[in-house]
């Protein structure tokens, strides 16, 4: 069995299709049994197995994604080494530090951060405590 990627030159539909050999897929297309599932047409091509030009399209777009993925990734790491310089880490203990500070009136001179629930978090806005929500990435990912 062997897998064609072919496009459909009418529509531009593009579909995978299995055929037993290449002679078959030849066969098919000259005996005019291929026929594009979206418009009948019966101009279908193979498209080029180079995945470069395949995905010509698709690579650049994906590159735009990765580029603005990155900027966002940035700006949060960029975030994340500002709260890590000027705040101080409680891990879990987040809503139990949030609530010392704000009733004990402890006077820290960084703020925290580390991670809550998001039952935590509705408890603490409840409670008059301010806490932000904020992306996070974790550094393992790279
Ligand atoms: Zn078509």
């Known amino acids: 069995m062997i897998k ?3 496009f459909c030159k009418e529509c531009d539909l593009k579909f995978d299709s299995w055929f037993a050999s290449s002679n078959e ?6 005996k005019k049994l291929l026929s594009c599932h979206n418009c009948n047409s019966l101009k279908i091509e193979k498209t080029i197995m ?6 010509h399209k698709s690579k ?4 735009i994604n990765l580029v603005k993925y990155n900027k ?3 700006t949060i790491k960029d975030y994340q080494k500002f709260i890590k310089d000027n705040f101080n880490y409680v891990g879990d203990n987040f809503a139990y530090e949030a609530r010392s500070i704000h009733y004990n009136g402890k006077k820290k001179s960084k703020g925290i951060y580390g ?3 998001k039952e935590d978090l509705k408890e603490l806005k409840e409670e008059g405590i ?3 929500l904020i992306p ?3 550094e393992k990912e790279n």
Request: hydrophobic letters at 30%; proline letters at 3%; aromatic letters at 10%.
């Open 4 to 6: 064609y990627k072919l």
């Open 25 to 30: 897929y030849e066969r098919l297309k000259n």
């Open 50 to 55: 180079s995945p470069r030009l395949i995905s």
């Open 60 to 63: 650049s777009h994906e590159k």
């Open 72 to 74: 966002v990734k940035k």
């Open 115 to 117: 991670s809550a629930s």
């Open 130 to 132: 301010d806490a932000q």
């Open 136 to 138: 996070w990435v974790d």
